[in-house]
């Protein structure tokens, strides 16, 4: 009896466990206090962003937004009381497991014929990006004398989708976990700044326009929940919902480059130590570095597709639901999407700790910096030189 519990104790993740809660089924229960406190804040976010917006101002719609509320709020909370470590766990699943539900349903917003049409616009763009963190971070680092693994970290995590980046590239190029902590630090930190300012910087960088916006958003922001965030907020503001789309297909799109860069980093990277008769090249698999969620945001995005084309030819949705019933249900699906979103955004907050800064270091942080700006930069001046491309 004891050799089976403690076989059942000690056992690892099955992979339905990794992929949807993030611990095993009999440590479901760990989770809840911390998710209870996120969707406790993002609960409190909407309705002050009401409160505020509606009935303090009598507006239409609030400009305050939600998602920024719910960082702020989380970020305070944070950062002033000391949060028990029973929280971590259904916080650490608010910021993983809820955004990317988040995200699966905001494929609804859009046909795939729009996935495919924006995510086109956005390649060259990403590409562009990307390549221009890489090399600038990479001379950035070999200037200031850092280790070459932590540079590499910071120039995936800047470069593609922040921490997953990170976290997939470090035991591939053996970073040490010091390495591994510092690269995750720099990228909340400046994720965090461009978050909550980049909202308000693209629309006046671009007048207003949601489509270059989003573009700038989904290729300026690092990690894929301060993408999603700074977008949100950009749409919540100033109620241009395209934003939104358009940021979160360029983001998803740098995601799917992960399968390209991270091998190509580990590989340069190993070569050399090869070379050095220091460690043996690796292999990688390329398949597991794909984020899942992307295939589930396509999927909605084709379950609309298929629902639209129903309705637009005179019949219904899968030979189900109304006009009616169908629009009600793709805008209640899309009401959820965002509030998931808002709750992810409140772990976010909870989950950054102003604390990263004290142990950083100078250098570290300035190899950040430089990343942070190039990446701004870069994506600014290509928006604007190929503006054209951005007309509908």
Same mark, same amino acid.
């Given at each position: 009896?004891?050799?089976?519990?403690?076989?059942?104790?000690?056992?690892?993740?099955?992979?339905? !466990?990794?992929?949807?809660?993030?611990?095993?089924?009999?440590?479901?229960?760990?989770?809840?206090?911390?998710?209870?406190?996120?969707?406790?804040?993002?609960?409190?976010?909407?309705?002050?962003?009401?409160?505020?917006?509606?009935?303090?101002?009598?507006?239409?719609?609030?400009?305050?937004?939600?998602?920024?509320?719910?960082?702020?709020?989380?970020?305070?909370?944070?950062?002033?009381?000391?949060?028990?470590?029973?929280?971590?766990?259904?916080?650490?699943?608010?910021?993983?497991?809820?955004?990317?539900?988040?995200?699966?349903?905001?494929?609804?917003?859009?046909?795939?014929?729009?996935?495919?049409?924006?995510?086109?616009?956005?390649?060259?763009?990403?590409?562009?990006?990307?390549?221009?963190?890489?090399?600038?971070?990479?001379?950035?680092?070999?200037?200031?004398?850092?280790?070459?693994?932590?540079?590499?970290?910071?120039?995936?995590?800047?470069?593609?989708?922040?921490?997953?980046?990170?976290?997939?590239?470090?035991?591939?190029?053996?970073?040490? !976990? !010091?390495?591994?902590?510092?690269?995750?630090?720099?990228?909340?930190?400046?994720?965090?700044?461009?978050?909550?300012?980049?909202?308000?910087?693209?629309?006046?960088?671009?007048?207003?326009?949601?489509?270059?916006?989003?573009?700038?958003?989904?290729?300026?922001?690092?990690?894929?929940?301060?993408?999603?965030?700074?977008?949100?907020?950009?749409?919540?503001?100033?109620?241009?919902?395209?934003?939104?789309?358009?940021?979160?297909?360029?983001?998803?799109?740098?995601?799917?480059?992960?399968?390209?860069?991270?091998?190509?980093?580990?590989?340069?990277?190993?070569?050399?130590?090869?070379?050095?008769?220091?460690?043996? !090249?690796?292999?990688?698999?390329?398949?597991?570095?794909?984020?899942?969620?992307?295939?589930?945001?396509?999927?909605?995005?084709?379950?609309?597709?298929?629902?639209?084309?129903?309705?637009?030819?005179?019949?219904?949705?899968?030979?189900?639901?109304?006009?009616?019933?169908?629009?009600?249900?793709?805008?209640?699906?899309?009401?959820?999407?965002?509030?998931?979103?808002?709750?992810?955004?409140?772990?976010?907050?909870?989950?950054?700790?102003?604390?990263?800064?004290?142990?950083?270091?100078?250098?570290?942080?300035?190899?950040?910096?430089?990343?942070?700006?190039?990446?701004?930069?870069?994506?600014?001046?290509?928006?604007?030189?190929?503006?054209?491309?951005?007309?509908?």
């Amino acid at each position: 009896m004891n050799d089976t519990v403690t076989a059942e104790t000690s056992r690892e993740m099955r992979g339905w !466990e990794k992929l949807l809660l993030g611990v095993r089924l009999q440590d479901a229960s760990s989770l809840l206090p911390g998710l209870f406190v996120a969707v406790l804040l993002a609960w409190l976010s909407i309705w002050l962003s009401d409160f505020i917006g509606l009935r303090l101002m009598g507006m239409d719609k609030s400009p305050v937004s939600a998602g920024m509320m719910a960082i702020l709020l989380g970020l305070i909370v944070n950062n002033v009381v000391a949060l028990p470590s029973l929280l971590n766990p259904g916080i650490t699943f608010a910021v993983k497991k809820v955004l990317r539900l988040g995200i699966i349903l905001l494929g609804i917003r859009l046909s795939v014929f729009d996935v495919f049409e924006l995510g086109a616009l956005g390649v060259p763009l990403v590409i562009v990006c990307i390549a221009s963190a890489l090399v600038f971070t990479s001379l950035l680092n070999r200037w200031l004398g850092l280790p070459h693994r932590l540079g590499t970290l910071i120039a995936v995590g800047t470069s593609i989708c922040g921490v997953s980046a990170i976290v997939a590239t470090g035991p591939a190029i053996d970073a040490e !976990e !010091e390495e591994v902590t510092y690269a995750v630090a720099v990228i909340t930190v400046f994720g965090m700044v461009a978050t909550l300012l980049y909202p308000y910087l693209a629309h006046g960088l671009f007048a207003g326009d949601p489509t270059r916006a989003g573009l700038f958003l989904g290729t300026a922001v690092h990690d894929t929940s301060q993408v999603t965030g700074a977008a949100l907020v950009f749409a919540e503001t100033f109620s241009l919902p395209r934003a939104l789309d358009v940021a979160t297909v360029t983001k998803l799109v740098r995601n799917v480059f992960m399968v390209a860069v991270i091998p190509l980093m580990t590989l340069l990277h190993t070569r050399q130590r090869a070379r050095n008769h220091e460690v043996a !090249e690796k292999r990688i698999r390329l398949m597991s570095l794909l984020p899942l969620f992307v295939i589930g945001f396509l999927l909605f995005a084709v379950f609309r597709s298929l629902g639209d084309a129903g309705v637009s030819s005179g019949g219904t949705a899968f030979g189900l639901l109304s006009n009616r019933a169908w629009s009600g249900l793709y805008a209640s699906v899309k009401e959820w999407a965002v509030r998931f979103l808002v709750v992810a955004l409140a772990g976010v907050g909870l989950n950054t700790s102003l604390d990263v800064l004290k142990g950083l270091g100078i250098k570290p942080f300035l190899v950040g910096l430089g990343a942070a700006v190039t990446v701004g930069v870069v994506s600014f001046g290509a928006i604007t030189a190929t503006a054209a491309l951005f007309t509908f």
